[in-house]
């Protein structure tokens, strides 16, 4: 049966998605607020080395969209039977690669870091947190599979009760663990990262319920032929590949911005990631969009309907800059009630104030950006998607440093780098888009 293209279609798709998204971020929210009454310290150290940790997850979450482009164009072409055999093979390589990052957080992390942090305090809270969230990674790699397997599929509806188990039960152990209530232990900033792990471990067990008693995972052959296959690795990763690195690099490029407002003081540091939980959650619908974006793009060329394909990305934009957009004017009428709910100190707060115009402009933008490229990535085209990204973090990483340590102008001028950087990304995205080959694109 062909994939509907109209608003109602993409809106099922999506949907889901946008609220596994709300979800995660009532995570985020309750991690920044949490710490931002706990000590700036912990606040900022929570920051800096949960995007440390993203970049190390983006290895394994850029494998799985990789499973996601392809898996989306199989479910279109109605080959069901190759899904199960995607998805295991993507079993086989997430455990060994696990098995290394894991070791090398353990082993590597405190060096790292010591190059890059110049706040003791802030270097060894980002030690103990690491020590513990990066039990993590196991788990978090199967859970972006299941992930991969549900979107690609457009069954989309399991990942938001998945998510908001995992959320709730994150939010309670936070507090539990964070302040030591109900006579558990006060375990500050290792609390956080404790309460993530076994969250995450109870997402996992959900998707494995779902998956074996709720889903007929024999029509996909899921679990049926676990035999490890080079040439069903190799396939993934031609398109995986890519993906992995681009992701690597957008995560890299978030820890190295932080980084150099880390070098401006910790009082910068505090307020950007206030700034940047503020940004995660305006950012929920455009996440949810952009993957529907590569699913259906993905799907509706299995079908053999390229010709479709401009009026689905229109389409979608649209609806991502009226959903983004329907967040702004809270932020803009209520800086100060927002921004009061991540901290009490009225400094930070002042601070995050000012910032918070630059970000609603720059998601106008990047609804924009960030939908196109990830078309660009439905295609199949992920060298390209590639070299965009590149391209873009590159000149946008210049700016923020240039404006930050050489002319020393204020966080809110750092901050407008931001629209450099998705000025480029939906430029170049576009321009492919409309002038590239990817209409016979083959994965």
């Not at 001028?413 to 430029?427: N, R």
């Amino acid at each position: 049966m062909n994939q509907a293209i109209d608003y109602k279609s993409i809106w099922k798709v999506s949907y889901p998605i946008i609220l596994s998204g709300v979800a995660q971020n009532i995570v985020n929210v309750t991690d920044t607020a949490f710490l931002g009454r706990y000590g700036i310290v912990e606040l900022g150290a929570a920051g800096n080395a949960g995007i440390f940790y993203l970049v190390i997850m983006m290895i394994g979450f850029g494998f799985t969209i990789g499973c996601q482009i392809i898996i989306g164009r199989r479910n279109g072409e109605g080959n069901l039977r190759e899904i199960g055999e995607l998805f295991n093979a993507g079993l086989f390589f997430l455990l060994p690669i696990s098995l290394l990052l894991f070791a090398f957080v353990k082993l590597f992390t405190p060096q790292i870091l010591s190059t890059v942090v110049a706040s003791e305090n802030i270097l060894q809270a980002s030690i103990d947190y690491l020590s513990i969230r990066s039990y993590g990674i196991f788990f978090a790699f199967f859970n972006f599979l299941f992930i991969a397997f549900y979107t690609g599929t457009t069954n989309t509806k399991v990942l938001t009760k998945a998510t908001f188990i995992q959320a709730g039960v994150n939010v309670v152990l936070d507090y539990l663990l964070i302040f030591g209530k109900l006579g558990l232990p006060e375990m500050g900033i290792k609390g956080a990262a404790l309460a993530s792990v076994i969250s995450e471990i109870v997402a996992l067990l959900y998707f494995a319920y779902f998956t074996l008693v709720r889903t007929n995972y024999k029509k996909y052959n899921l679990f049926q032929e676990l035999t490890f296959s080079w040439k069903k690795q190799l396939h993934i990763l031609k398109t995986a590949a890519p993906i992995m690195l681009q992701n690597f690099m957008a995560l890299c490029t978030w820890l190295s911005f932080f980084m150099i407002i880390e070098q401006t003081g910790e009082f910068n540091l505090g307020v950007s990631h206030i700034v940047r939980s503020i940004y995660m959650v305006v950012m929920i619908p455009l996440f949810g969009f952009s993957s529907a974006a590569s699913t259906l793009v993905s799907n509706i060329m299995g079908e053999n309907r390229i010709e479709e394909v401009p009026l689905l990305i229109k389409r979608i934009v649209i609806m991502s800059i009226l959903a983004t957009a329907a967040f702004l004017p809270m932020l803009l009428i209520f800086p100060s009630e927002v921004t009061s709910i991540y901290t009490d100190d009225a400094d930070l707060i002042e601070g995050a104030i000012k910032i918070l115009p630059v970000i609603c402009g720059a998601m106008l933008f990047f609804s924009i950006a960030f939908i196109t490229f990830s078309s660009v990535t439905g295609t199949g085209k992920t060298l390209v998607t590639l070299s965009i990204e590149f391209i873009s973090i590159s000149i946008y990483l210049s700016f923020a440093y240039f404006f930050a340590l050489i002319l020393d102008l204020s966080l809110v001028a750092v901050w407008s780098s931001e629209f450099i950087y998705f000025s480029f990304m939906g430029l170049l995205s576009i321009l492919y888009l409309k002038f590239g080959n990817w209409k016979n694109s083959v994965i």
